[in-house]
């Protein structure tokens, strides 16, 4: 840089692949090179010139946006979008492990996740149904209810199954593997014609 020379900091920062009319890529004044007046006075019209480029109209937006993201401003779009985006994988985390909770619960008294009947009409939906029914807030029935997000078909309950059993071999393996060796005890009964079952 030479000295006695002005630059534009928005315009240098902020322009990525904007340029003016009149202007290449490699030359851009106040951001290249700067402004360089012989005549210090002259360069309030110099400036005004260049407050009207619409590069420096577009750098400066991009300036403040980044200035109110910096400062975690509820004004800006970016942060809101990023408030809305955690506030839903934190709903989706939370609907899930109440979903998981029940299919544990399930899973470990050894019941039936199904009912004969699982329509709306029926009295009786199954186990996996009825607890969601019983034990789920007003806000939890209304995600149920919605075409996004309820997660309780049979595929989904297969895959939570397939989760918690994932889960359970991995910690017996990983209590096996604390001790190097392990026993397995089989017990068998044969029936009259003296064959294994």
């Known amino acids: 840089m030479s000295?006695?020379?002005l630059f534009c900091f928005p315009c240098r920062h902020f322009a990525t692949n904007l340029s003016a009319s009149g202007q290449t890529t490699a030359q851009k004044c106040f951001v290249n090179y700067g402004s360089k007046c012989k005549n210090w006075k002259e360069i309030i019209k110099c400036l005004a010139k260049h407050r009207r480029y619409e590069r420096h109209i577009i750098s400066t937006q991009r300036w403040c946006?980044?200035?109110l993201v910096q400062t975690n401003s509820n004004h800006s779009v970016a942060n809101q979008?990023?408030?809305f985006r955690q506030q839903n994988i934190n709903e989706?985390?939370?609907?899930?492990h109440f979903l998981l909770k029940a299919a544990l619960y399930l899973s470990k008294q050894g019941l039936a996740f199904r009912g004969h009947i699982?329509?709306?009409?029926s009295k009786n939906k199954g186990n996996f149904f009825e607890i969601l029914e019983m034990f789920a807030s007003?806000?939890?029935k209304l995600r149920l209810q919605s075409q996004y997000g309820h997660y309780t078909s049979s595929s989904y309950q297969n895959d939570?199954?397939?989760i918690i059993a994932?889960?359970?071999r991995q910690h017996i393996l990983g209590s096996i593997n604390t001790f190097g060796f392990y026993t397995i005890m089989v017990d068998e009964t044969k029936d009259l014609s003296k064959k294994n079952k």
């Open 92 to 96: 989706n985390r939370n609907h899930v």
């Open 160 to 162: 939570f199954i397939q």
């Open 65 to 67: 946006d980044y200035q």
């Open 3 to 5: 000295n006695d020379a």
């Open 118 to 121: 699982d329509s709306e009409s």
């Open 138 to 140: 007003d806000e939890m």
């Open 81 to 83: 979008l990023i408030n």
């Open 166 to 168: 994932t889960l359970t």
